[in-house]
């Protein structure tokens, strides 16, 4: 997906103003959220949106990201999480692809508890961008297989869906996978903050970071930049 980085709407245009200067050195990511599950990583020469949305269902309410990115990583084609609001290059099934400098991995897993049966088909995703190895599960409620474990290794930042319901990690599953595959930073999401829209099954944050109780977690607003080497040990990072 090797496609020149185009200047991004007003949203991700206020983003770029919070770019640190680790991220000018050439490491490093500045990571922005627009809730449900959707992200903004730019870095390394690139940027990538995951899980762009229509705002329906559990995501009802939220503006959804009509931003450009080189590449847009989405774990379905469902409109809560796969929607072609952005403008980018789409994709949504496992498979090696090459785009704008970053070699990214898709993996294919259940959409939920059984089998793909009732979702079908999710994609987990893998890349390196700013120097940090990268997970988005952000949309899967299946157990990792070993052969998916071996596959995403030790990311450096784990994207994770925590808020449960029919295709989501609940909190205790997702605190699970983060003790799989022990990364240095996760950023949760697809959970309700504030009121839960009409027919969401999806529950708020706090089942999850009970369930990591004794981790170190940082509460921000929408946008963190991280250094191009994190720390050893897991901490969580909460974007609004």
Same mark, same amino acid.
């Given at each position: ?11 991700? @245009? ?27 990583? +730019? ?7 995951? /899980?762009?949305?229509?705002?329906? !269902? @559990?995501?009802?309410?939220?503006? &959804?990201?009509?931003? $450009?990115? /080189?590449?847009? %990583?989405?774990?379905?084609?469902? %409109?809560? &999480? !796969? ?12 498979? $090696? ?15 939920? #508890? ?28 299946? /157990?990792?297989?070993? &052969?998916?474990?071996?596959? %995403?290794?030790? =990311? ?7 808020? !449960? ?13 983060? #003790? ?19 027919? @969401?099954?999806? $529950? /708020?944050?706090? =089942? ?26 897991? +901490? ?5």
């Amino acid at each position: 997906m090797a496609l020149q980085l185009r200047p991004l709407a007003l949203a991700g @245009c206020l983003a770029l103003g919070l770019t640190s200067t680790a991220l000018a050195d050439g490491g490093g990511v500045t990571i922005s959220s627009y809730g449900h599950s959707a992200l903004l990583i +730019q870095g390394g020469g690139a940027t990538v949106l995951v /899980n762009p949305f229509k705002a329906v !269902g @559990c995501a009802a309410g939220l503006a &959804e990201p009509r931003v $450009s990115a /080189n590449v847009i %990583l989405a774990s379905s084609r469902l %409109l809560d &999480e !796969g929607a072609p609001v952005a403008s980018g290059k789409m994709l949504s099934s496992p498979g $090696s692809y090459r785009v704008a400098g970053l070699k990214i991995e898709g993996i294919a897993a259940p959409h939920d #508890r059984f089998g793909g049966r009732r979702f079908g088909q999710a994609t987990l995703w893998r890349w390196k961008q700013g120097g940090l190895e990268i997970a988005h599960l952000g949309g899967t409620a299946a /157990n990792l297989s070993p &052969e998916d474990r071996v596959l %995403l290794g030790k =990311p450096d930042v784990l994207i994770i869906g925590v808020g !449960g319901g029919a295709k989501v990690y609940d909190g205790a599953e997702a605190a699970a996978v983060v #003790r799989e595959l022990a990364p240095r930073r996760v950023i949760p999401v697809q959970y309700v903050s504030g009121t839960t829209p009409a027919g @969401c099954d999806q $529950s /708020n944050i706090e =089942p999850f970071l009970q369930a990591m109780a004794g981790t170190p977690v940082q509460r921000l607003g929408r946008t963190v930049s991280l250094p191009g080497k994190l720390s050893d040990g897991t +901490q969580i990072t909460v974007l609004r």
